[in-house]
C-alpha cells in the first residue's frame, strides 16, 4: 500500500526528444508528489512537484501530469538535453505521515547528443 | 545557497563497530531526516526528527539505529553495530516545515561495512 512504482528502470533518448517517466500509486491518502533529480555522487534535488487537486503542472522544460482516478503521475521533459542525463526518482508523501517520502525505484535517463 | 552538508563523504568501518554519520542541516530548517539507498536500489525513509524527537521512523530503523540533534547545528544517526547489509549511501535531508515544503538532501555518506 506504501508503494510507488516507477517504470522504465532505464531510458535513453536523443538530444530533442521527449522522454516519459511513470509512476503508480496505490495509496489514496498520499497528497503531495515530487519528481527529483539524482547525479552520480549527489544527493536527490527537487526538481517539480504537484498535488492531486492539479492534474498537469508545468515548470521550464518539466511537466507533470497527474491522472488521480488511475493513482498515476509522469513526468515529460521538453526538447532534452545530454545535461539532463540522470537519474529521476518520484515519490509521494502524505500530510498525516509529514514529509516522510516514499520513493519509486528510479529511472536511469541517458540523453545522447 | 543554502544546503544541507554531511561528513564524512565516504566511511568504511569493521563489521560489529559502531558508525556516527554527521549531517549540518539548513539553518532555519526545523525537520530532519536520515534516508539510505543501497547501491543500485531506491531511497529509503528512516527517520524523522522534530523539536528533539523522533517524529516517525521506518521498519528498518530498529535499536542499532539513534538520532541525536547534540547541539544546534549537527543532526547525528548513529548505527551501533554494523552489519555487510548497512552498506548503503545515507542522505540526510532538512525542511522548513513538515508538509508542503521542500526536503533538500545533502550529498549523502557512502558506509562501507567490511
Known amino acids: 500500500q506504501q508503494q510507488v512504482k516507477q517504470s522504465p528502470q532505464s531510458l535513453i533518448v536523443q538530444k530533442g526528444g521527449i522522454p516519459i517517466i511513470n509512476c503508480a500509486y496505490e495509496?489514496?491518502?498520499?497528497?503531495?508528489f515530487p519528481w527529483y533529480q539524482q547525479f552520480p555522487g549527489k544527493g536527490p534535488a527537487l526538481l517539480i512537484a504537484?498535488?492531486?487537486?492539479?492534474s498537469e503542472k508545468k515548470e521550464g522544460r518539466f511537466t507533470i501530469s497527474f491522472n488521480k482516478s488511475a493513482k498515476q503521475f509522469s513526468l515529460h521533459i521538453m526538447d532534452s538535453q545530454p545535461g539532463d542525463s540522470a537519474t529521476y526518482f518520484c515519490?509521494?508523501?502524505?500530510?498525516?505521515?509529514?514529509?516522510?517520502?516514499?520513493f519509486g525505484e528510479g529511472t536511469q535517463l541517458t540523453v545522447n547528443p | 545557497e543554502p544546503e544541507v552538508t554531511q561528513t564524512p563523504s565516504h566511511q568504511v568501518t569493521q563489521m560489529g563497530q559502531e558508525v556516527i554519520l554527521r549531517c549540518v542541516p539548513i539553518?532555519?530548517?526545523?525537520?530532519f531526516y536520515w534516508y539510505r539507498q543501497i547501491l543500485g536500489q531506491k531511497v529509503e525513509f528512516l527517520v524523522s526528527?522534530?523539536?528533539?524527537?523522533?517524529?516517525?521512523k521506518s521498519e528498518i530503523f530498529d535499536d542499532q539505529f539513534s538520532v541525536e540533534r547534540p547541539d544546534g547545528s549537527n543532526f547525528t544517526l548513529k548505527i551501533r553495530s554494523t552489519k555487510l547489509e548497512d552498506s548503503a549511501m545515507y542522505f540526510c535531508?532538512?525542511?522548513?516545515?513538515?508538509?508542503?515544503?521542500?526536503?533538500?538532501f545533502g550529498q549523502g555518506t557512502r558506509l562501507t561495512v567490511v
Open positions: 535531508a532538512s525542511s522548513e516545515r513538515v508538509v508542503g515544503t521542500e526536503a533538500f
Open positions: 495509496n489514496t491518502a498520499f497528497d503531495y
Open positions: 515519490a509521494a508523501s502524505m500530510r498525516t505521515s509529514g514529509s516522510r517520502l516514499t
Open positions: 539553518s532555519n530548517h526545523l525537520y
Open positions: 504537484i498535488r492531486p487537486d492539479v
Open positions: 526528527f522534530y523539536n528533539n524527537e523522533i517524529s516517525e
